[in-house]
């Protein structure tokens, strides 16, 4: 099983360079980054953990712009997304950012979607909260319409977005689109957008996949996809040894540690920690 890291980036933290260089040289398989433009100060959305939403929410870098950095100095590292929002962008402008990156790290890229938490956040961004999973996938449908190998329209109605059949260079590595992960909590509706158009799930912190694998592999199976294919990859998780092989008994081929978000020290501490399970 393949272990990579997730970590809280941000303006006080060890910098992506150093982090990336640490992962491979150890034998970690890849870094994620979540995201969030700003966090508005009202705070009338509850944080999901409860209580305050911790400081390095309202700091974090750009994951983009990070992991570009981290592709920069390495060669193996995955890089990843965990997740972004795709909601929160313009369509054109992030297929041009996410080929890029996948192109110039040679086919390293795994988008990890998500829909938000933030209710102020995404108003900001224009994002009507309601409709924020149908604008999700609107902005995926739109950006692998500028990612096939033929220039392709896409419409998506009066309602979502459109673009005219374009050149649109680079394509993403290995064609067609990056790994693509869905993160949300377990429900019929998530699986059912996992199961038509995404390479898996990425559930946060792991817990209850006993019970939703399953449920999940029957909506997949249900959707013509072959079931060697799908991919669940443990997010954010907390490891102990139990966890770790439960997962493993599971299938998933690979798990995302959690890091603190903290300075070089703390930071390269945990990773001499976290060893012990590569």
């Keep these: 099983m393949r272990i990579s890291t997730t970590i809280f980036l941000t303006d006080e933290t060890i910098t992506p360079v150093r982090l990336a260089r640490e992962l491979e040289q150890r034998g970690f398989a890849g870094l994620y980054l979540p995201e969030h433009t700003h966090i508005p100060v009202s705070g009338a959305t509850p944080h999901p953990a409860g209580g305050p939403t911790p400081?390095?929410?309202?700091?974090?870098?750009?994951?983009?712009?990070?992991?570009?950095?981290?592709?920069a100095v390495t060669e193996r590292l995955g890089i990843g997304t965990g997740v972004s929002l795709p909601a929160e962008h313009d369509p054109?402008?992030?297929?041009?950012?996410?080929?890029?990156?996948?192109?110039?790290?040679?086919?390293?890229?795994t988008l990890g979607v998500g829909y938000g938490w933030n209710v102020e956040e995404a108003a900001d961004h224009g994002v009507d909260w309601p409709t924020r999973r149908a604008v999700t996938h609107d902005r995926l449908a739109l950006m692998r319409a500028l990612w096939a190998s033929e220039p392709t329209a896409y419409d998506g109605g009066a309602h979502g977005r459109s673009v005219s059949a374009s050149?649109?260079?680079?394509?993403?590595?290995?064609?067609?689109?990056?790994?693509?992960?869905?993160?949300?909590?377990?429900g019929p509706k998530l699986f059912a957008r996992i199961a038509e158009g995404a390479d898996g799930w990425m559930p946060i912190g792991g817990r209850g996949l006993s019970e939703s694998l399953p449920v999940l592999r029957e909506a997949w199976e249900a959707a013509g996809r072959d079931p060697k294919s799908l991919q669940v990859v443990p997010y954010a998780v907390l490891p102990n040894p139990g966890?770790?092989?439960?997962y493993a008994e599971l299938g998933c081929e690979e798990v995302v540690l959690q890091l603190p978000p903290g300075d070089e020290r703390e930071v390269l501490e945990t990773l001499d920690a976290f060893g012990a399970y590569l």
């Design 243 to 246: 966890k770790l092989a439960h």
């Design 167 to 186: 050149h649109a260079w680079p394509k993403p590595w290995t064609g067609g689109a990056p790994r693509i992960l869905l993160g949300g909590a377990a």
């Design 55 to 71: 400081r390095e929410y309202g700091r974090m870098l750009d994951p983009y712009v990070a992991l570009g950095q981290a592709a």
């Design 92 to 109: 054109i402008t992030l297929a041009k950012q996410i080929a890029t990156l996948d192109h110039l790290s040679r086919g390293r890229f």
